[in-house]
């Protein structure tokens, strides 16, 4: 039935492909009802002809019969991060243009007037779901079929443009490199905006007649439980979520910790990506549980670039090699390659697995390629043959938790708050979470701030995760002769 010229979707016909809560279905139910909701996204059309989907729910059947259904049936599928503000909503639907929302029954209340404004079609799987399959357009390769957004050094995230073509190279990469096959058992927490979520797990389970176990969100006890009875044998997470494990291990009996680490300990594989993984977090995860962690190194814009080998060496703190497929080189400033080991350049990428555009947004798109290059900001070494990551050129760019966030889009919504003089927002180490969201700011005069009440305040206006989770009062911030405030010198006063 689908003419997409592979399969997203295994052709197992009654193998577990998803389990969901008490219910699991077999690769032929996923089936059909993508080919449901396909057939419904067309009504009378013959292709979406790249008609921009967006959808609102978590991890779920509908989750995937939505966003293959999107793509079988010629459209451009848009994920929304389920806990956005209706601010960033109503950013991420205009900006990509989307003429119809699918989302769950219980969020259509919060969505209905954004969409109201928009003109955007507010529709439940259900409302599209029929019973008779229409036949579904040819699409090539070059066909966009995805958007991501990202956050970057603009104050608005950019909506990340993939093919088919784009997503094929960054799934099967992932299945060769790490041995994917359909023994595999793989629960799959994160959230579904992100390529952690949607690519390496997600789409490569499928892809590969895997069995992937939904979870609406992070549920430690629940997810330690199914560990701890052998249910899984690959685990892929951001490193934030291996230090909530341990955190957890220390408020549990010691028999059960022992099990649950039996449990991982049993497994053929285990993931950390999406932000660097502390050598300590190695260790002790290894000391644990006898994993030795897989460090991988991606982003939106190219999916997973380089990766530490499924044989051999796994080396703590540095993130492998460049994946199969895909090509790595370190720059200097002048653009030009640096050759030799232990000189920091910037990672450019290139490869199919690199996205297409910024959607909307040629001048974005023009900036990011250099000579064909993806530049991707990140500054690295070649040691021995393994990258290590070394940071960041921009000081705008904060990763918490594995979320990648904007300063600059923070400092924008601060500085509507009727208090706020001016505002500098900046990462801080964090033994949580990697860097953690910390605001400098200064108050127009006769006027004062505690945390809390910011906190409170910055409730509905951002996702909760970029709100603050310290503040610094300050009397006016360090600027250099320019004007521009100079963050370094704010990350030296803590
Ligand atoms: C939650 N909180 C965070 C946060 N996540 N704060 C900072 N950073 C984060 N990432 C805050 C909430 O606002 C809340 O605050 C409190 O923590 C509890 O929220 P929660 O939702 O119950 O937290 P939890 O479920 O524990 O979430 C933590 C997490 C989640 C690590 C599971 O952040 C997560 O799923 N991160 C992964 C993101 C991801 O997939 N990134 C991949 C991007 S792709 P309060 O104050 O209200 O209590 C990419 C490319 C690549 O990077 O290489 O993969
Ligand atoms: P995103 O745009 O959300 O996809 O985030 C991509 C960014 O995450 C990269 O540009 C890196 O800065 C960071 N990142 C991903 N994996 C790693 C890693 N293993 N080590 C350090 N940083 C990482």
Redesign the pocket.
């Known amino acids: 039935m689908s003419e997409i010229p592979f399969p997203y979707l295994h052709n197992h016909s009654e193998r577990i492909a998803l389990v969901e809560g008490e219910n699991t279905y077999t690769y032929s139910e996923v089936n059909a009802r993508i080919n449901r909701f396909a057939s419904g996204l067309l009504a009378d059309k013959d292709d979406l002809q790249e008609e921009r989907i967006a959808f609102f729910m978590p991890a779920s059947l509908d989750y995937v019969a939505t966003m293959q259904g999107v793509w079988r049936a010629g459209g451009i599928a848009v994920p929304l991060n389920v806990a956005s503000a209706v601010s960033e909503l109503d950013h991420y639907l205009s900006c990509a243009s989307v003429t119809r929302l699918v989302a769950n029954p219980e969020y259509q209340e919060s969505l209905k007037n954004v969409c109201a404004s928009l003109n955007i079609e507010l529709v439940s799987v259900d409302d599209v779901l029929v019973d008779e399959l229409v036949p579904l357009p040819e699409l090539s390769l070059d066909r966009r079929a995805m958007m991501l957004f990202t956050s970057g050094t603009t104050n608005k995230p950019k909506g990340v443009v993939s093919t088919h073509k784009t997503i094929r190279a960054q799934i099967t990469t992932l299945i060769d490199a790490w041995e994917w096959s359909e023994d595999d058992v793989i629960p799959l927490f994160?959230?579904l905006h992100?390529?952690?979520?949607i690519i390496?797990i997600l789409s490569c389970g499928l892809w590969a007649g895997a069995t992937v176990h939904l979870f609406a969100?992070?549920d430690v006890p629940t997810l330690s439980s199914q560990i701890a009875a052998g249910t899984y044998n690959v685990f892929m997470a951001?490193p934030?979520?291996y230090v909530?494990l341990i955190q957890y291990f220390d408020t549990i009996d010691p028999a059960e910790v022992r099990q649950i680490c039996d449990g991982f300990k049993a497994m053929r594989l285990n993931i950390s990506?999406?932000a660097a993984c502390p050598v300590k977090l190695f260790n002790q995860w290894q000391d644990l549980t006898g994993q030795v962690l897989l460090e991988r190194?991606?982003?939106?814009e190219i999916g997973?670039g380089i990766s530490n080998p499924y044989h051999g060496e796994r080396r703590a703190g540095a993130v492998g090699q460049a994946l199969p497929g895909v090509e790595c080189k370190l720059f200097d400033e002048y653009d030009s390659p640096i050759t030799e080991e232990a000189v920091a350049g910037e990672i450019r990428i290139k490869g199919e697995n690199v996205f297409l555009e910024y959607w909307n947004n040629a001048t974005a798109t023009k900036e990011s390629f250099r000579d064909g290059w993806f530049c991707t900001g990140d500054v690295a070494v070649l040691e021995d043959h393994y990258y290590r990551i070394m940071g960041r050129s921009s000081v705008d760019i904060i990763k918490?938790?594995?979320?990648?966030l904007s300063a600059l889009e923070i400092e924008g919504v601060l500085l509507t708050h009727d208090d706020i003089a001016e505002v500098a927002v900046i990462g801080v180490a964090d033994d949580t979470?990697g860097e953690a969201v910390t605001a400098f700011i200064a108050v127009k005069a006769g006027t004062t701030l505690e945390y809390e009440a910011l906190k409170e305040w910055c409730d509905g206006k951002m996702s909760?995760?970029k709100?603050p989770k310290s503040l610094v009062l300050i009397d006016a911030l360090p600027r250099n002769a320019m004007g521009k405030v100079t963050k370094p010198a704010l990350k030296e006063m803590l």
């Open positions: 994160l959230p992100h390529v952690h979520g390496n969100k992070f951001v934030t979520i909530k990506g999406s190194y991606g982003m939106t997973m918490t938790g594995g979320y990648k979470w909760s995760y709100i």
